[in-house]
């Protein structure tokens, strides 16, 4: 029997709503409370990477890190997202030369001063060669509208939150495999579908690095809030 990972499923838009009974095996206090913490242990380990090794990763990894990504919830149960695995050398230089063409203008003044100066402490410009030193990337598309066999359009809904739900879990888990990864949104973003080839339902959200660390990786010293500053208790 093929695994999870090696199964295939083609939704279909406008199923009649076939409820299922659910009753996951409820999990000890102990085991949670274990698995809680270290849960958050190690996501707390995790840190935006802009340095790559050029060595190669495991791809299967890299494939059940976008399987756990697409069980993200999404408006309606539409699935509004595409990601394309980047291995080709060649893409990923074409990738490199259109997003910085574009950083290029935006931090010689597109982008504000205010954001400009928001990024300054953190030491970034238009030099982008984690496109090119990652040995692979992901590039992911959220899918504006669906089309039926007649050509008609129909609008996928919360399609921006149901993307970027999908892109923390694709962080989650890829960092929970022991793989780096940075999250780049060059704008304006066409480019994406440009070299890529996407269908014109398909809108560029993010492209992802994915790879090891260099051996001489530096991240800034950040300090992340803390749980009684993000969390209001009612």
Not at 5 to 19: A, F, I, M
Not at 134 to 154: I, N, S
């Amino acid at each position: 029997m093929p695994s999870p990972t090696e199964q295939h499923w083609t939704p279909v838009h406008g199923e009649p709503y076939r409820p299922v009974p659910y009753r996951p095996a409820r999990m000890a206090r102990p085991e949670s409370l274990a698995r809680a913490a270290e849960l958050r242990a190690r996501m707390d380990e995790r840190r935006t990477v802009r340095r790559f090794s050029p060595d190669a990763v495991p791809e299967q990894v890299v494939r059940d890190a976008v399987a756990c990504a697409a069980t993200a919830p999404s408006g309606a149960h539409q699935q509004p997202w595409t990601f394309v695995l980047v291995k080709d050398a060649d893409v990923r230089r074409r990738i490199r030369e259109a997003a910085e063409q574009e950083e290029r203008i935006s931090y010689d003044g597109r982008l504000g001063e205010e954001w400009l100066a928001a990024l300054r402490p953190i030491g970034t410009d238009a030099v982008k060669t984690h496109l090119t030193d990652a040995p692979v990337l992901l590039v992911v598309f959220q899918q504006r509208y669906w089309l039926a066999e007649d050509g008609t359009k129909h609008k996928h809904y919360y399609v921006d939150e149901s993307v970027g739900i999908a892109v923390g879990l694709l962080l989650s888990a890829l960092h929970q495999s022991g793989l780096a990864a940075l999250v780049h949104t060059p704008s304006p973003m066409r480019f994406l579908s440009e070299v890529l080839e996407r269908p014109a339902n398909e809108k560029a959200f993010a492209v992802i690095p994915v790879g090891y660390p260099a051996d001489d990786c530096e991240v800034p010293d950040l300090v992340r809030k803390s749980l009684d500053q993000v969390l209001v208790e009612v």
